[in-house]
């Protein structure tokens, strides 16, 4: 891991920490740079605003999480990551969700399970040898299932993650599996 990140990482561990302990209005830079015990100017050397430290988190941690797996015949797994990391963050994303100065985040999140979505569809077709002759309906498709994604999850996490991670990605998987039926 180069020096950055791991800058980038204390700072978000420290803010992670603040957001489950306090309310994040009330989280100022230098609550979070005494937290991770750097001086406040450090924080501007990598990030604009708390703003961009939430979503910086989401997407750094995501695509480590990810880096391995994410391929369409493994999108079963890269779910059940997914979930895993949300229920063990669930009082961090809870308190980002509730957030009313940070609605754009439920936006930011919303592009990125789109993006994965794509992602998937995109290395589907390629792998599967097909050209994708039926752009509406395939962007209707990514759309359908990014946004029902991401609202799905977003409601699982302020429900407290209930049912377990476990669960839920069995529940979403037959419902993806079964979807073709209606």
């Given at each position: 891991m180069d020096r950055q990140n791991e800058t980038k990482e204390l700072i978000a561990s420290s803010?992670?920490?603040l957001v489950c302990n306090k309310p994040i209005d009330k989280i100022s830079?230098?609550?979070?740079?005494?937290?991770?015990?750097?001086?406040?100017?450090?924080?501007?050397?990598?990030?604009d605003d708390k703003?961009?430290?939430?979503?910086w988190i989401f997407l750094y941690e995501i695509t480590e999480l990810t880096r391995s797996s994410f391929h369409w015949e493994n999108w079963e797994q890269m779910l059940f990551l997914l979930l895993n990391y949300l229920e063990k963050n669930k009082k961090y994303y809870k308190k980002l969700f509730l957030n009313v100065k940070l609605d754009s985040f439920k936006d930011y999140f919303t592009y990125?399970?789109?993006q994965g979505v794509q992602h998937l569809a995109d290395e589907y077709f390629e792998q599967n040898n097909q050209i994708n002759e039926q752009v509406e309906m395939t962007e209707v498709t990514i759309n359908f299932y990014a946004y029902g994604l991401s609202q799905l999850l977003h409601e699982w996490v302020l429900g407290g993650c209930l049912?377990?991670?476990?669960?839920?990605?069995?529940?979403?998987?037959?419902?993806?599996?079964?979807?073709?039926?209606?």
């Amino acid at each position: 891991m180069d020096r950055q990140n791991e800058t980038k990482e204390l700072i978000a561990s420290s803010f992670k920490y603040l957001v489950c302990n306090k309310p994040i209005d009330k989280i100022s830079i230098t609550d979070i740079m005494n937290q991770a015990n750097f001086r406040r100017q450090t924080f501007y050397d990598h990030f604009d605003d708390k703003y961009d430290l939430v979503t910086w988190i989401f997407l750094y941690e995501i695509t480590e999480l990810t880096r391995s797996s994410f391929h369409w015949e493994n999108w079963e797994q890269m779910l059940f990551l997914l979930l895993n990391y949300l229920e063990k963050n669930k009082k961090y994303y809870k308190k980002l969700f509730l957030n009313v100065k940070l609605d754009s985040f439920k936006d930011y999140f919303t592009y990125t399970i789109k993006q994965g979505v794509q992602h998937l569809a995109d290395e589907y077709f390629e792998q599967n040898n097909q050209i994708n002759e039926q752009v509406e309906m395939t962007e209707v498709t990514i759309n359908f299932y990014a946004y029902g994604l991401s609202q799905l999850l977003h409601e699982w996490v302020l429900g407290g993650c209930l049912p377990p991670s476990d669960a839920y990605h069995k529940l979403l998987t037959q419902v993806i599996h079964n979807s073709s039926h209606f």
